[in-house]
């Protein structure tokens, strides 16, 4: 998972890059790259850490021009320690070409064989990214090898997408620069993760992971990338799209809605804090059926993507709504630190309970998702510690039972507390007097609810949603045990997570 940016402008734009990113933050926070262009030469700079740490004033006076493109970094495979695999990478055949890449490639493995034995292309890192780029890159010199004295055009453009998108399997949106020509984005024909456009008073262009970066930098947004679609921003600030995959279809990742996104975002004309509503309406449903709201006192979110739908929730039952846990918005994510023990140690560092919520109350605790199960455990037991009587936890998400492909760092099967698990089983591992887990074709119908009317300037026809996490119905249509496997050997060891999803990526975003 990572946010990605790109700006065509008539002013410098390393600021408004920066801007962006910092919007961009809860998507990745492992590693962060800027690079500009300027009079046919690219500028960069990238490592690994925050935006704010990153990039530094010297850092940014480094990166002139009107052109930029950048990322924040989630790694899902390679190596999280590497500053080589922190993006943008490039290449400087054909034209100079530098890209940004936010997705996992399923056939990865196949494509690195394919660039070094008949593309004679080399990539030096580990990352899905570089062979993207590369992909990318021959593709366009196919097209340009007998017309380069006469430059890069638009058809010639759309046409090597069109090559890519043949040959790549997975999900990708992507933005490039090509030095001498402009901006290039295109997303993978599911349109399985995020991509949008906006404008500025000014004429300025950019394209991003989520509608909050347009906005948030004062930019009006005007639509999403299609899925298959490409779309070239020239120098000029001229957009050519063009539609590039055979048979697109918009299968959007669910998880998004449920946590990946921020609240205030809109992914393909759906509002995310209206989606995770709509999910906490859903819940409320399947809470009735299995704890009487006269059993329970209090309705607590766990900090912080699931408070739309505790708040929803506690109206819909007539329940209190109250902040139990206060969030330490400074302590470094769980996962990084040796040791158990250390572990649950940080879980209470990051959390902390007011007692006054818990005492003598039967309490109905509401998260996002709950992925491996270890960090809901030790939530339950803080709640059990405050002297909560008893202690029902509520899950906005169905039980995760398969791996993601797509993007989102999860687990290997083995690992997922829900696999190969009843739900009672569950319970009992969570230490928990009751469990709820949303339904996943009811979480299908609270999200797809959320779809503004046909006619509304942000209505895209959906045809479903990735849900593979949930339901393990692959879109791509070439995931089988092997594929996962082979993804899984990639993963990388910093993702290699001890609680749950919703507490190891995302920054406080209040």
Do not use: W
């Not at 394919?114 to 004679?120: A, E, G, R, T, V």
């Not at 292309?121 to 017309?147: C, F, G, P």
């Not at 902040?323 to 879980?347: A, D, L």
């Amino acid at each position: 998972m990572c946010g990605i940016v790109g700006v065509v402008s008539n002013a410098p734009v390393n600021q408004l890059l920066y801007d962006a990113l910092l919007l961009l933050q809860h998507r990745g926070q492992d590693a962060a790259g800027i690079v500009t262009l300027q009079e046919c030469k690219f500028y960069m700079h990238k490592a690994k850490g925050m935006v704010r740490d990153v990039f530094r004033t010297r850092n940014m006076r480094a990166l002139p021009g009107s052109v930029g493109l950048g990322q924040v970094r989630y790694p899902t495979a390679g190596s999280a320690d590497s500053e080589e695999e922190a993006q943008p990478f490039y290449v400087n055949e054909p034209f100079g070409i530098v890209l940004v890449h936010n997705g996992n490639l399923t056939n990865a493995h196949a494509l690195r064989a394919q660039l070094f034995s008949s593309d004679h292309r080399h990539t030096n890192t580990e990352s899905d990214s570089e062979v993207l780029l590369n992909v990318l890159a021959h593709e366009i010199d196919r097209v340009t090898h007998d017309t380069r004295e006469a430059g890069l055009n638009c058809a010639q453009l759309f046409a090597a997408v069109g090559k890519v998108h043949q040959r790549l399997r997975g999900s990708y949106a992507v933005v490039a620069l090509i030095a001498g020509y402009g901006l290039l984005a295109f997303r993978d024909p599911y349109g399985i993760r995020p991509l949008c456009m906006g404008r500025a008073a000014d004429g300025t262009v950019m394209v991003a992971s989520e509608s909050v970066a347009l906005e948030g930098a004062g930019f009006v947004f005007e639509r999403d990338v299609l899925p298959g679609e490409a779309i070239f921003v020239d120098l000029n600030g001229q957009v050519h799209a063009h539609q590039c995959a055979q048979a697109p279809s918009l299968y959007p990742c669910i998880f998004e809605f449920v946590y990946l996104a921020r609240p205030d975002s809109t992914l393909d004309g759906i509002s995310v804090y209206q989606a995770r509503l709509n999910l906490g309406e859903t819940l409320a449903q399947r809470v009735i059926s299995t704890v009487p709201p006269s059993e329970i006192d209090v309705v607590i979110p766990i900090p912080e993507s699931s408070r739309p739908s505790a708040t929803q929730l506690a109206q819909l039952l007539g329940l209190p709504y109250r902040e139990g846990f206060v969030k330490n918005r400074y302590v470094g994510r769980t996962f990084i630190m040796p040791g158990q023990g250390i572990r649950r140690k940080s879980v209470r560092q990051k959390l902390n309970t007011i007692v006054s919520e818990f005492k003598d109350r039967k309490v109905l605790l509401v998260d996002d998702s709950i992925v491996r199960g270890t960090t809901s455990r030790e939530i339950v037991q803080m709640a059990r510690d405050a002297g909560a009587r008893k202690v029902y936890m509520a899950s906005a998400a169905p039980p995760v039972r398969f791996p993601n492909v797509y993007g989102i760092d999860m687990p290997t099967k083995e690992e997922l507390v829900a696999h190969n698990r009843s739900i009672e089983e569950i319970r009992q591992l969570i230490g928990c007097d009751a469990l709820i887990y949303q339904d996943v074709e009811a979480m299908k119908r609270a999200v797809l609810k959320a779809t503004p009317a046909p006619g509304d300037p942000r209505y895209c026809k959906l045809n479903g949603f990735d849900a593979s996490c949930f339901d393990g119905v692959y879109v791509t249509g070439d995931i089988d045990t092997d594929a996962i496997a082979r993804i899984n050997s990639r993963r990388s060891p910093v993702a290699e997570s001890d609680g749950d999803a919703s507490r190891l990526v995302l920054p406080n975003l209040s």
